[in-house]
């Protein structure tokens, strides 16, 4: 006789009899020991430490914290004493350290203070607001001076080391390390100027950086931190070393550095205002204004000629298109600026290619000071 396990045929009900429980697999344990890495899988790594330390070594001693005392008025109390802080470094044998000018500005009193905790009154030798730049000096039998070596500019290359040292916070010779992100970045300073040919970087740049020296892995400086991007992080900035060459010994010199000008004002030309004003090219300076007897006026550039309305803006036109200086291409205003404080001293003479009434015409100039 055939067993069916609780089964009916018809109308009832068919019960299934319960599954077996699914088998449960045996977890699979390893257990990885780890390797030793070989003294030659360290190598490379130990250098890397040792170059660091070694530079951090040499050059921290070069590196100073610059303390500021800035005296304002108050309406309630009157003069009133505040301390500001930033960094620099020693440039030479003779006493002058290189910083930045938003860190002594309107100083009344100004104390270097070195890694062997002496701290040293300095006196300001010359000050360049436009590329943020100042000297100060103190007495160099007062303390033992480390200048730094300097870089060259056509050696940096975006990817390369670059290291910062300085004192951000207050925290003395604090050193972080990056590469160097960008180069030729112009920057924006709050007077409306531009520093051009800045270097960017993603080394930890903080409040108190100010000043310091941006080095390469040799310990040479490739530029002198000055900013950092607001709202973000592992963007900062400094003014490149072959513009420290170029106004440093000035400075030291003469007190301040002066930049070289045409003496005139002009609206960078885009498309829209090409078409709107019937231009015959998209790129260049129209003049606007020219400085009375300065170097454009005395050459014979012609200013504007009339006003017009774009929009709701009040336009001077009529005046010439400059496209070019020295043979080299001006697409705007900003280029313009670039080309002369770059590449330019005042005296310099300057071949200027113009459009006046859409013929071509070439005058020559000599730069004065602004």
Not at 277 to 288: C, D, F, I, S
Request: charged share 20%; proline share 7%.
């Amino acid at each position: 006789m055939l067993l069916l396990a609780a089964c009916r045929i018809g109308s009832a009900a068919i019960v299934a009899t319960p599954p077996l429980p699914a088998a449960t697999a045996t977890p699979i344990v390893i257990v990885a020991t780890p390797t030793p890495l070989s003294d030659a899988d360290l190598l490379p790594i130990d250098i890397e430490e040792q170059l660091i330390t070694n530079l951090y070594e040499r050059v921290g001693p070069s590196v100073v914290h610059i303390a500021s005392e800035i005296v304002t008025m108050d309406f309630f109390f009157g003069p009133m004493a505040s301390e500001g802080t930033g960094s620099g470094f020693v440039w030479d044998d003779a006493g002058h350290i290189v910083t930045n000018y938003h860190v002594i500005e309107d100083a009344s009193r100004i104390e270097v203070i070195f890694s062997d905790e002496s701290q040293v009154e300095a006196e300001v030798v010359g000050v360049d607001p436009r590329n943020d730049l100042a000297v100060l000096r103190v007495n160099p039998a007062s303390t033992r001076l480390q200048p730094l070596a300097l870089s060259t500019a056509d050696t940096i290359r975006v990817g390369q080391r670059a290291i910062a040292i300085g004192n951000p916070f207050g925290l003395d010779r604090t050193l972080t390390t990056g590469v160097v992100s960008a180069l030729g970045r112009p920057l924006e300073t709050e007077m409306g100027d531009y520093i051009f040919n800045v270097i960017q970087t993603d080394a930890a740049i903080n409040p108190g950086n100010s000043g310091g020296p941006l080095l390469n892995s040799r310990g040479q400086v490739i530029g002198i931190n000055t900013a950092i991007q607001e709202g973000a992080e592992g963007i900062g900035f400094a003014v490149p070393v072959e513009t420290l060459q170029r106004v440093v010994p000035v400075l030291v010199a003469e007190g301040q550095y002066p930049h070289p000008t045409l003496g005139l004002l002009g609206y960078s030309i885009t498309a829209p205002l090409a078409e709107a004003l019937g231009l015959p090219v998209e790129r260049g300076v129209l003049v606007a204004q020219l400085a009375r007897g300065g170097p454009a006026d005395a050459a014979g550039v012609r200013g504007a000629q009339q006003e017009t309305i774009i929009g709701n803006r009040r336009v001077l036109a009529g005046g010439d298109i400059l496209t070019h200086v020295d043979a080299r291409p001006i697409a705007d205003w900003n280029a313009l600026l670039e080309y002369l404080e770059l590449n330019k001293r005042v005296g310099d003479r300057v071949t200027l290619s113009l459009l006046r009434d859409g013929q071509p015409i070439t005058l020559e100039a000599t730069l004065a000071a602004e």
